[in-house]
């Protein structure tokens, strides 16, 4: 029998849905859209969830969404709002420090937090581009330098949330295509830096997930449309991506079934980045 064989015997086979049962799970951006239905998915693994956000408003009334969840389902994992500004690292600091005294751990950190911008690159304003590669780059870079030594004591993973655009860019969101080519270079070299630690980091990159990003704007926009996703193409898959299909991606790579999982960048977007041809 060869080498291989014997080290597939030695595998353990896992419980095949994942349980997060006295875990703690952070998630930047986790207040609303993709990143709120990460945490709920999380929740119901049985993980405490920490959600980050710069609105103190709808991150309470995530909060309070959450723990409505839990006592309905007999959870007796909690859910908790920190007030943070992932471009502000003194803020991350201590959010972070908050997370440390609570719980002294992190199974798993999801950076979800981002913002968009409705043009092209050389349409982009400097202070917009700026704000985009604090919030979609460095925030997320910054809270996984943060959170490190937590994630350590517990052998954790972190899931950075990227875009489909960043693998294929798009010149209608040019600076937003950019930053998030950058998250998924940044993913890899956090995973290599991390490695040693036994600490995993994957990224995620979404298709077209309805309604779309909140901060997805236009120069001189402050609200965006809600019927503004009724403009896209269909994926191949001949629909849109829903936020749960994201957070169930993200559940599995922060699980044991994925223990063998770092430096990936995993398109989750119904094939709309298999080839050229698509639309």
């Not at 092209?120 to 959170?147: I, K, Y």
Request: proline residues 4%; aromatic residues 6%; contains cysteine.
């Amino acid at each position: 029998m060869s080498q291989e064989n014997d080290q597939e015997n030695d595998i353990e086979v896992d419980d095949p849905a994942p349980s997060f049962k006295n875990g703690v799970v952070a998630i930047t951006g986790g207040t609303s859209g993709i990143g709120y239905a990460i945490a709920e998915r999380f929740l119901r693994a049985q993980a405490s969830v920490v959600i980050v956000g710069s609105d103190a408003a709808r991150g309470h009334a995530a909060e309070e969404r959450l723990r409505r969840t839990a006592s309905s389902l007999e959870l007796p994992n909690e859910a908790w709002f920190v007030q943070a500004d992932v471009a502000n690292p003194a803020a991350v600091d201590q959010a972070v420090s908050s997370i440390a005294q609570r719980y002294g751990h992190l199974e798993s950190l999801v950076c979800s937090a981002g913002v968009g911008r409705k043009a092209r690159l050389l349409e982009t304003a400097a202070s917009d581009f700026a704000r985009l590669f604090q919030v979609n780059v460095q925030g997320a870079v910054t809270a996984v330098q943060a959170a490190a030594p937590l994630l350590t004591v517990s052998r954790g993973s972190v899931v950075l949330v990227s875009s489909d655009a960043g693998i294929v860019g798009e010149p209608d969101i040019g600076a937003y295509s950019v930053t998030k080519a950058a998250l998924n270079m940044a993913g890899k070299m956090l995973a290599l830096d991390l490695a040693a630690s036994g600490v995993r980091v994957n990224v995620i990159a979404p298709g077209d997930v309805v309604p779309g990003m909140r901060t997805m704007l236009r120069p001189g926009e402050e609200v965006r449309s809600a019927d503004d996703f009724m403009k896209w193409k269909f994926p191949p898959l001949g629909r849109y991506g829903q936020a749960s299909e994201i957070a169930d991606v993200a559940l599995f790579l922060s699980s044991k079934s994925a223990s063998f999982m770092t430096g990936a960048v995993i398109p989750v977007d119904g094939g709309m980045r298999a080839g050229l041809d698509w639309a």
